[in-house]
Structures are given as structure tokens and as C-alpha cells.
């Protein structure tokens, strides 16, 4: 079942990248002959995918690097971006929804919809630019611009896109976590749970808990995903040298090759998050279906 | 009118009705004052009137910005732009969406289903606003492609939730009694399937709206959509960036406006979802 599963979420996943390159390779065979892409789009199509199959993803038109190189040097950044915001955001989200959801007043309820519904609804460069605005320009903090790629001294640059990134999946998640918990508790397993006195700890963690994670690990792997769009913006804005601004560079140097490998790295990780997260949410619940 | 107002307050009082009067309210103004202040207000959005960087004041509430022109005026001018923009990118795929999502889910030809389902379900695998910065170098950069590439992807997430629910609706009794009454398929598919999906895709639309505003003014922020003399939101902010030690006011006025757009809107969805519920 699982790997049926794995095969029909891969593969939509990967003709979508390359038919967007087929119709991307179609613009440049109109604008730039002088780059050898003439040929039918069936043509173009196959050389698209053997090359994709040999590992070639073709060089830079602005730097002559290829395409791979960038990636590989761009891309774990924005995944440390990611990563650590995810972390912390799980860290923080836990005790947050869960201690509302169980707590059920409503002034509380109110207040912490209120706060997150405003946080979602902001766009994640004005979060970014008064958090700039408030730890840079008033407290000096955090250097403006500029990167440094030395373990100890990243971490000058890192933290404040970390927290515009971790606020922002914070509202998120502690809202999944909130209304499952609240499904949660009308359940009949957990009257029962109390009913058997089972112990506050094991209570907490089997009973509310593990049940109430698996819609928010799906979740996860999807914001996951699009924590990719944002990190877009957010790189843009830190000038850190990730590969969402690498991509914003190439487009606005219509740097065909640049852009369409970096969706398709984004295409693949994508699909592989949602695999991996349908698969946990699995595991912690198996009355989910794949 | 005594009798209309209890009424009144009693809907408020109903799951949800406080959110949606708020948000309802905080939209109209914004809407409102876009209207007023471009059109009746004393000064043009791209007309340069003063000392660049004068702060705030009574005579300018949100400053002059690099160029002296007045970030007031050419906040709330950005309204019709912004709200414009993002409503044509939810209403156009939110009609093409729906279409083929009724038509796949009626449809029976296994091929054309495997294919559309695998292009919706890759279109969907990237986040939108990827998609759309990826589409742009080939469209070139603008408001008008901005549109374009919304129509052509973002059907994609309608389609989805217009399949399912046409599948679902398909099977209701109410369809088996209209068939048994002899109606024609396609009394059936415009007077009883299209409506029971289209409310679900519209309650979609209303939350993706806030989404498309955010995209719509994050590539205007990128520079991909409107063009500097343009006042939009996302664009301002990027202009004032730069200034943003000295003269806060570049930023924080067009971000606010942002804000409260969108805001008002997640209070309307949040209360019509409630209510739904009935919580």
C-alpha cells in the first residue's frame, strides 16, 4: 500500500517540472534560437528528461556555473532555514495548542485565535521589515545585509529570518494542534482514559497527544513545502544566499536554465515531504488512510 | 426600523457574526477610503509636492516619501490596484476551476480523468508563490501576466475541491429523484450539481483570496509585478526598504493597509466557517 502510494504521489509530481520546462524550453526556442533549443517540443521534451536522467540540468546563462553546482551551493541554507524553524515552531506549538485546547475558556480561545489570525493573515516580508525595523534599526542586534558563511558567525545573520519564519509556522501549527486536541478530547477513548486513571504523563502523551499529531505532521510536511515560497521572500529581504533568492536573481536575469532546475528541486522536495509526512501520520494514527 | 435592528443583533449574536460584521466593516473602510482619498483628496499619487522624507504630520499623516509624494495618498490608491488585481486572480480560476472540476467529476473516460487528475495534482505540488515567480520569466514581469498566471494555475486547488465534491453530490438522492422526473442532463448538472459544488468552491475562494493578496503584493515586493511609479503596497515597501533606518513610515503605512486587508478578510472567513460549524 505504501509504496503503491509512493509511486502515484512521485510521479504526478515530476511530469508536472518537466512539462513546465517543456512549455519553459518552448519560450526560449521563440526568444533565443542562438541557444540550439529548435526541434519540436516532443523533441526538446526527451532531451529535457535524458538529460535530467544523465544528471544534467544544464549551465547558468549569466555565470556559466551549472545548474547543479548553484543548487548544491544555495540550497542547504534555505533547508537549515526550514529546519530550524520548523524545530522550533513544534517546540512552541505544542504546549501552546494543547494547553488552550485542554484550558477550553473562551476569552483565552478567543484572544489566541485573534492573535494567529492576524499573524497568518500578515505577508511574511512585513513581519520581516518590522522585525528589521524594531532588532536592527532601534536595537542594533542584527546586522542589516550581508552573509558570512562561518559556522559561529552565520548565527548573527540566521536568528532573526529564523524567528519572522517560526512566528509565523508558530500560528499555524498551534492552530492544527489546538482544534485536533479539542476533537480529541470528545473522543471516547479519552473519558475512558480518565475513567481508568490512567497517569497524568501517559494521559497527556498517548491519550491527547499522539492522536492529535497526525493532522499536524501532514500539515507540517505541506507548510514544509510552503515555507519554500516564503524563504523566497524572506532571503530576498536578509540578502542571504539561499536558493529562494538565487531563484528571484535568475528570473529577474531570465536565467532560464537557473529557474527551471530550482522548480524542479522544489518540485521534488515537495512531493518527498508529503510522502513522508502522509507516512508518519500513518504510523502515529492508523485509522488514517493513505 | 426598531424591529430590523433586533434582528440585526441577533444575527450577530449567532456563531461567527461578530467576526464576519467586523471584518465586513474593516474592509468596507478600507475600500471606502481607497475610493475618497485618490479621487477627492488634495494630492495625486505621483505628484511630488515636498521635501522627500518629510515624518508624518498633520498636513501629511504618513509622510512624503524619497520623492516627496505623499505616502497617504498613494497607500490608499493602491486599494483599487491590490484588491482589483487579487479579486480577478481568485474569480477567474475560482469560474474555470469549478467548470472542469463538475465536468471531471462526471466524466467517465478513465485516460482523460488519470490525466487531468495528474496535472492538477502537479500543478498543486508547488507552492504558488514558486509557480508563479517561476512562470514570469517566460511571461515577463507585470500586473496583467500576474493575472494570467493566476488564471492558469490556481484553477488547479478549485478543480480539486469541485471533483470531489461533484463525485459527492452526483450520488445524493436528490440527483436519483431529478433523473427518475425525467430531467435533462443538463437541467441536472446547472440546476443541481452546479450550485451545491460552486458553494463550496466560493467558501474556498473567500480564504484564498488573502493568499492571492499576499502573493500579489510579495512579487510586487520581489519587483516581478508592479512596476516602481505604480503605487502598490508590495512595491512601496520594497522602495522604502532601502530608507527604512531614517524614515520608517515608507514601510510601516502600505504594510499596515496590507495588514488590514487582509485581516478583515480572515475575520469574514473565519466567522463564515464558524457559523457553518455552528460554534
Same mark, same amino acid.
Given at each position: ?7 502515484? &504521489? ?36 526527451? &532531451? ?12 547558468? @546563462? ?14 542547504? @541554507? ?15 506549538? =505544542? ?15 478567543? *484572544?489566541?485565535?485573534?492573535? *494567529? ?42 536568528? @532573526? ?6 512566528? =509565523? ?14 476533537? *480529541? ?14 497517569? &497524568? ?7 491527547? @497527544? ?23 521572500? $524572506? ?27 530550482? $522548480? ?27 | ?76 490608491? +493602491? ?34 480523468? +488519470? ?29 496583467? +501576466? ?23 453530490? +452526483? ?109
Amino acid at each position: 500500500m505504501v509504496i503503491s502510494f509512493a509511486i502515484m &504521489r512521485i510521479i504526478p509530481g515530476d511530469p508536472a517540472s518537466a512539462r513546465l520546462g517543456g512549455v519553459e524550453e518552448e519560450a526560449i526556442a521563440e526568444l533565443r534560437k542562438q541557444l540550439n533549443l529548435d526541434g519540436s517540443i516532443v523533441q526538446q521534451f526527451s &532531451r529535457y528528461v535524458i538529460d535530467l536522467l544523465h544528471g544534467n540540468l544544464g549551465t547558468s @546563462l549569466q555565470t556559466g556555473r551549472t545548474v547543479i553546482d548553484i543548487i548544491g551551493s544555495t540550497l542547504p @541554507l534555505t533547508i537549515y532555514l526550514i529546519l530550524f524553524s520548523t524545530f522550533f515552531a513544534v517546540i512552541l506549538s =505544542i504546549p501552546i495548542g494543547t494547553s488552550i485546547a485542554w484550558s477550553g475558556k473562551a476569552p483565552i480561545v478567543y *484572544t489566541f485565535r485573534g492573535i *494567529t489570525a492576524v499573524i497568518l493573515a500578515t505577508p511574511n516580508f512585513f513581519i520581516a521589515m518590522v522585525g528589521i525595523l524594531i532588532f536592527t534599526v532601534r536595537v542594533n542586534w542584527s546586522p542589516v545585509f550581508g552573509y558570512e558563511p562561518e559556522f559561529p558567525q552565520n548565527l548573527k545573520y540566521l536568528w @532573526l529570518p529564523v524567528v519572522v519564519n517560526t512566528l =509565523i509556522m508558530t500560528s499555524v501549527v498551534s492552530r492544527v494542534i489546538f482544534s485536533s486536541v479539542v476533537e *480529541t478530547k470528545e473522543e471516547e477513548f479519552v473519558e475512558t482514559g480518565i475513567i481508568r486513571g490512567v497517569g &497524568r504523563r501517559r494521559f497527556f502523551w498517548f491519550y491527547i @497527544l499522539k492522536p492529535s499529531m497526525a493532522p499536524t505532521v501532514v500539515l507540517l510536511s505541506y507548510m514544509m513545502g510552503t515555507m519554500l515560497g516564503a524563504t523566497v521572500i $524572506l532571503e530576498t529581504i536578509f540578502t542571504l544566499p539561499g536558493i529562494g533568492r538565487e531563484m528571484v536573481n535568475a528570473v529577474l536575469t531570465s536565467d532560464y536554465p537557473v529557474v527551471q532546475g530550482i $522548480l524542479l528541486i522544489f518540485g521534488v522536495i515537495t512531493v518527498f515531504l508529503s510522502f513522508i509526512g502522509d507516512v508518519i501520520a500513518y504510523l502515529l494514527d492508523r485509522r488514517v488512510k493513505i | 426600523m426598531k424591529a430590523k435592528f433586533a434582528k440585526f443583533k441577533e444575527w450577530l449574536l449567532l456563531p461567527g457574526g461578530f467576526g464576519i460584521f467586523t471584518g465586513l466593516l474593516m474592509l468596507g473602510t478600507m475600500i471606502l477610503l481607497g475610493i475618497i482619498i485618490p479621487n477627492f483628496g488634495p494630492y495625486k499619487p505621483d505628484e511630488f509636492i515636498g521635501d522627500p522624507f518629510l515624518p508624518p504630520s498633520w498636513q501629511h499623516p504618513f509622510g512624503l516619501d524619497q520623492l516627496g509624494r505623499d505616502v497617504m495618498t498613494r497607500t490608499f490608491s +493602491s486599494v483599487g490596484i491590490d484588491l482589483g488585481v487579487a479579486f480577478l486572480g481568485v474569480s477567474i480560476p475560482l469560474a474555470i476551476g469549478t467548470v472542469i472540476g463538475i465536468l471531471l467529476g462526471l466524466a467517465k473516460n478513465k485516460y482523460v480523468l +488519470s490525466l487531468a487528475g495528474s496535472l492538477i495534482d502537479g500543478i498543486n505540488a508547488f507552492p504558488l508563490l514558486i509557480i508563479a515567480v517561476a512562470m514570469l520569466t517566460f511571461l515577463g514581469s507585470g500586473l496583467r +501576466s500576474v493575472v494570467v498566471i493566476l488564471a492558469i494555475t490556481n484553477w488547479a486547488r478549485y478543480a480539486r475541491i469541485s471533483r470531489t465534491r461533484a463525485v459527492v453530490v +452526483s450520488k445524493q438522492n436528490y440527483i436519483e429523484a431529478a433523473k427518475t422526473l425525467g430531467f435533462s442532463r443538463r437541467r441536472i448538472v446547472l440546476k443541481h450539481i452546479a450550485p451545491n459544488v460552486s458553494s463550496e468552491t466560493v467558501a474556498y475562494a473567500l480564504s484564498d483570496f488573502i493568499l492571492v493578496i499576499v502573493v500579489v503584493s510579495g512579487l510586487s515586493f520581489l519587483g516581478l509585478a508592479a512596476k516602481p511609479p505604480m503605487a502598490e503596497w508590495g512595491s512601496m515597501i520594497a522602495d522604502g526598504r532601502a530608507y527604512l533606518a531614517q524614515s520608517w513610515w515608507l514601510v510601516i503605512f502600505p504594510g499596515l493597509a496590507l495588514c488590514w486587508s487582509a485581516v478583515s478578510l480572515s475575520f469574514v472567513v473565519e466567522g463564515i466557517s464558524r457559523r457553518d460549524r455552528g460554534i
